[in-house]
């Protein structure tokens, strides 16, 4: 042990230094590892609450589509019975129950035609749900319900879009 006393004795200024410095090494290193920790750490939260913005924005917009096409849905189902009970829409401007023959110049379409088609040598087997039996007031029905769904969904979509930031 005596060589170790003497090698200490006349190192020890180095000893030292080398001391200090592995102390301010680790010193840097624990300054550095929370730095690092901290800046992760704030990121982490800075996703978090953009994931959390996010979510939320969804939630809105869900819920606003959902209100809106509920508000579309209803106005087409009183528009719809409106419309089959064929009173008048005071908003429509245009749904009123006019008499097939009422104020027109033009001519009734009668219900049959005056004589049949000749009999064709390759006859056509008709279905259960031949034109033919259609009348002109279920046409007339049918393309004002038509007309009238296109409406709601033209709206419907536009207001989609409205919502939309």
Not at 8 to 33: K, R
Not at 52 to 77: G, L, M
Not at 128 to 140: D, F, K, P, T, W
Request: aromatic share 4%; hydrophobic share 40%.
């Amino acid at each position: 042990m005596n060589w170790l006393n003497r090698f200490m004795l006349a190192n020890w200024s180095h000893i030292l230094d080398a001391l200090l410095l592995l102390l301010a090494l680790l010193c840097g290193m624990q300054m550095g590892e929370s730095r690092v920790q901290k800046a992760w750490d704030a990121e982490k939260q800075k996703i978090a609450l953009a994931q959390a913005r996010q979510e939320q924005h969804v939630a809105d917009v869900r819920q606003s589509q959902t209100q809106i096409s509920q508000e579309i849905s209803n106005e087409y189902a009183k528009r719809s019975k409106l419309l089959a009970d064929r009173q008048p829409d005071s908003r429509a401007g245009g749904v009123c129950n006019v008499p097939a023959t009422g104020g027109r110049n033009l001519p009734a379409v009668p219900e049959t035609p005056a004589r049949t088609a000749p009999a064709r040598s390759d006859p056509l087997l008709a279905s259960s749900g031949y034109a033919g039996e259609v009348s002109c007031e279920q046409l007339s029905r049918d393309a004002a319900q038509t007309t009238l769904m296109l409406v709601e969904v033209q709206r419907w979509y536009q207001r989609q879009l409205a919502a939309e930031p």
